[in-house]
């Protein structure tokens, strides 16, 4: 390397040292005590308070009950779901939090996916008290999914997190429900 080759790349150095100590030094720091706060959707919902979960996509029913720490498949009859994915599910479900929320005009379900094609997710508490929320299809960037409570007409965004676990435990009830020969399920 040539001494004008090392001098150019000194003052390259030397430029980017100063423009790091004059620009982005000065640059406010956002802490994590400014950041808005995300609104919980289902905020009055403990994990330790759900004792009951059922999926229905498209025809496909999966029930889901809790008895002490344990939980077991109720439905489809034989199904089987690691109890790892289903607490993974639940911790998903009671943790989902609004991204933000969205204006929807009549008639534009479908187009979120929140029509026939859409995840219902009711969940039962210890008290009895059932909840329903359903999952529609993912916004334009792909890093979210469309989602309302209940029968409201308010539909919000929330993390791929819940969908991606349901679309698991319906997959893996799914091949647990399938014989080993591949035959018709009887």
Do not use: C
């Not at 403990?46 to 109720?74: C, H, I, K, M, Q």
């Amino acid at each position: 390397m040539r001494w004008r080759q090392v001098g150019v790349l000194w003052l390259v150095a030397a430029l980017l040292g100063a423009h790091y100590l004059l620009v982005d030094q000065r640059r406010p720091t956002v802490h994590p005590a400014e950041r808005p706060v995300r609104r919980r959707l289902l905020a009055e919902l403990a994990r330790e308070a759900v004792v009951g979960v059922r999926l229905e996509r498209r025809g496909a029913v999966v029930a889901l009950r809790r008895y002490g720490d344990t939980w077991s498949v109720e439905q489809p009859v034989g199904g089987q779901v690691p109890a790892g994915l289903i607490e993974a599910f639940v911790e998903a479900l009671t943790a989902v939090e609004e991204i933000e929320r969205v204006p929807v005009r009549d008639g534009r379900d479908a187009a979120l996916g929140l029509g026939e094609s859409a995840l219902h997710v009711y969940v039962t508490e210890a008290e009895g008290r059932e909840l329903e929320l359903t999952v529609g299809g993912s916004n334009a960037a792909g890093t979210a999914v469309y989602a309302r409570l209940g029968q409201g007409e308010q539909t919000v965004l929330i993390g791929r997190n819940l969908e991606y676990y349901a679309q698991l435990i319906l997959q893996e009830v799914k091949r647990s429900a399938e014989p080993p020969d591949g035959g018709p399920v009887a």
